[in-house]
């Protein structure tokens, strides 16, 4: 798993690659904590280059959703879901607790 | 029948997805039945390592893969200390976020995507997990 994370105006940027298990995941908690231990809970997650994701890594999501939603319009959104991602965030429930958005530009200018 | 064993550690998931899901090809699965497989197998042992070896180093997970006609069905049996997966309460994946549990859906996860599945602890023994996935996706 590769993640790039990027500080746009708003919002953070960050890029999903590869693979998240339970090997990979702690690295995706990290990666989002470094932006809320910053003071910024907008944060926009670019998966079209997702390969594979585990409960382990919506176990991630949950937790970084939980801590964004306590601040005033703080909020994790997901952009370019692939297929089979998706079908497992529908089997969990996960696509009524994270908003979905086709590509990053609309997730961006939607956050 | 085809059998590998694996070191119970996390950076071999890989590796046990790899295993299973050619296995699931060469069974005749298509598609999501494939994804189906790695995901279920891969919460098996994720659940393995962490609740029958509890983090401890130098266990393995065997596992043993049964091709069917366009089905498949994978038993993984572990050394570690008896835990009774079947026992977990179902989580609720309705809930809003407030009261979105963290636990359980690896657990979850397993019985929903496959057709039939078997906890059995065998005390001193360790686990044996057995699951069975049929095709959905008939050619």
């Known amino acids: 798993m590769e993640i790039k994370t990027q500080r746009l105006k708003h919002c953070d940027l960050l890029s999903v690659m590869g693979k998240v298990d339970s090997y990979t995941a702690p690295d995706l908690s990290k990666a989002i904590e470094a932006v809320t231990k910053e003071g910024r809970y907008k944060i926009v997650l670019d998966v079209s280059k997702l390969e594979y994701m585990s409960s382990a890594g919506f176990r991630a999501l949950l937790v970084g959703q939980k801590v964004c939603k306590r601040y005033n319009r703080g909020e994790v959104v997901l952009a370019a879901v692939p297929t089979r991602i998706m079908e497992a965030l529908d089997l969990t429930g996960f696509t009524t607790l994270f908003k979905i958005f086709a590509d990053v530009t609309l997730a961006v200018g939607n956050i | ?139």
């Not at chain 2, 859906?105 to 059995?120: A, N, P, S, W």
Request: hydrophobic letters at 40%.
């Open chain 2, 1 to 139: 029948m085809r059998t590998a064993i694996f070191p119970a550690a996390f950076d071999q998931l890989d590796a046990i997805r790899l295993f299973a899901g050619q296995a699931a090809r060469d069974a005749g699965l298509e598609g999501s039945d494939i994804d189906a497989v790695e995901l279920a197998v891969d919460e098996a042992c994720s659940n393995i390592i962490e609740h029958a070896y509890q983090g401890m180093h130098g266990g393995d997970i065997e596992c043993t893969c049964d091709l069917g006609q366009n089905s498949l069905t994978i038993a993984l049996r572990d050394h570690g200390v008896p835990f009774d997966a079947s026992a977990l309460p179902f989580p609720d994946v309705t809930s809003n976020l407030a009261h979105r549990k963290l636990g359980g859906l690896g657990v979850y996860l397993i019985r929903t995507l496959m057709d039939e599945v078997r906890f059995e602890p065998l005390g001193k023994s360790g686990n044996v997990l057995t699951m069975t996935i049929r095709g959905k996706h008939p050619k």
